[in-house]
């Protein structure tokens, strides 16, 4: 199977403007997220539109594609990237441009999802562990995800699912295997043209999460497990935590 990844980038964010031309370790946060793909899948590109990002991947050798600034969604602008690259690729992986750590690991977790042929979307979740804080878990920008014993997701909520009726708070991590969502996503080329063709649905409009689309029309999300926990860039104070975290490392 031939594997596309595409990075959607944009330039305008309300929390973080110019979020994938901010410095981190001495390159922009665009440059480390297409090194950490590059090589992994049998291709990789950057889909932008704004001619300043444009400018930047070109300058340090990456390979990018113009797509419209009417996009509302990092889906739609995958897809229209996918049809002005070409190539006949059966699968597209849908990469976060503010996810600079994503790792080896989790690139093959969800392409291991596609050995299964009835895969037709696939994502990864990380489970909460017992010593993860009650905050975090009911942290509603950090969704969650249920499974049934095929690993297809059910159901993704901000809200914490399951509510465990009969127990303490304190008890639930302990109680129960959680799975925190992890938004990477890769699609069948044919699933990806279907599903973005579909109108906004109830559920992705009441909790905000774009994925309960496709579970409300009938689509299979495939669920890949992750133990890496990377870090994501949503704010300048991310930017922060995440130099400290690259000096660290190093």
Same mark, same amino acid.
């Given at each position: 199977?031939?594997?596309?990844?595409?990075?959607?980038?944009?330039?305008?964010?309300?929390?973080?403007?110019?979020?994938?031309?901010?410095?981190?370790?001495?390159?922009?946060?665009?440059?480390?997220?297409?090194?950490?793909?590059?090589?992994?899948? !049998? !291709?990789?590109?950057?889909?932008?539109? !704004?001619?300043?990002?444009?400018? &930047?991947? +070109?300058?340090?050798?990456?390979?990018? &594609?113009?797509?419209?600034?009417?996009?509302?969604?990092?889906?739609?602008?995958?897809?229209?990237?996918?049809? +002005?690259?070409?190539?006949?690729?059966?699968? &597209?992986?849908?990469?976060?441009?503010?996810?600079?750590?994503?790792?080896?690991?989790?690139?093959?977790?969800?392409?291991?999802?596609?050995?299964?042929? $009835?895969?037709?979307?696939? $994502?990864?979740?990380?489970?909460?562990?017992? #010593?993860?804080?009650?905050?975090?878990?009911?942290?509603?920008?950090? =969704?969650?995800?249920?499974?049934?014993?095929?690993?297809?997701?059910?159901?993704?909520?901000?809200?914490?699912?399951?509510?465990?009726?009969?127990?303490?708070?304190?008890?639930?991590?302990?109680?129960?295997?959680?799975?925190?969502?992890?938004?990477?996503?890769?699609?069948?080329?044919?699933?990806?043209?279907?599903?973005?063709?579909?109108? @906004?649905?109830?559920?992705?409009?009441?909790?905000?999460?774009? @994925?309960?689309?496709?579970? #409300?029309?009938?689509?299979?999300? +495939?669920?890949?497990?992750?133990?890496?926990? $990377?870090?994501?860039?949503?704010? =300048?104070? !991310?930017?922060?935590?995440?130099?400290?975290?690259?000096?660290?490392?190093?």
């Amino acid at each position: 199977m031939k594997f596309l990844g595409i990075i959607p980038a944009r330039y305008a964010s309300t929390r973080f403007p110019a979020k994938p031309l901010a410095m981190l370790g001495g390159k922009t946060v665009i440059q480390c997220v297409y090194e950490q793909v590059a090589g992994v899948l !049998d !291709d990789a590109y950057v889909a932008t539109d !704004d001619e300043r990002i444009e400018a &930047v991947v +070109k300058a340090f050798g990456g390979k990018v &594609v113009m797509t419209s600034v009417d996009h509302k969604s990092g889906t739609d602008r995958c897809y229209e990237a996918c049809m +002005k690259i070409g190539g006949g690729f059966d699968v &597209v992986v849908n990469i976060q441009g503010d996810e600079p750590f994503i790792q080896l690991s989790q690139l093959n977790a969800v392409k291991a999802c596609f050995e299964d042929p $009835t895969t037709q979307i696939a $994502t990864l979740v990380k489970p909460f562990t017992a #010593e993860d804080t009650f905050a975090a878990l009911e942290n509603v920008n950090s =969704p969650k995800v249920v499974v049934n014993k095929n690993w297809n997701a059910l159901y993704f909520s901000r809200s914490i699912i399951p509510y465990q009726r009969n127990a303490d708070q304190a008890d639930w991590l302990k109680n129960h295997t959680y799975y925190k969502h992890i938004g990477l996503y890769a699609y069948r080329t044919e699933v990806l043209k279907e599903i973005t063709a579909l109108p @906004q649905s109830s559920l992705e409009l009441a909790e905000s999460l774009e @994925q309960l689309r496709w579970l #409300e029309n009938g689509y299979k999300i +495939k669920v890949g497990i992750s133990e890496v926990e $990377t870090i994501g860039i949503d704010t =300048p104070q !991310d930017l922060e935590r995440a130099e400290e975290f690259l000096k660290n490392r190093l």
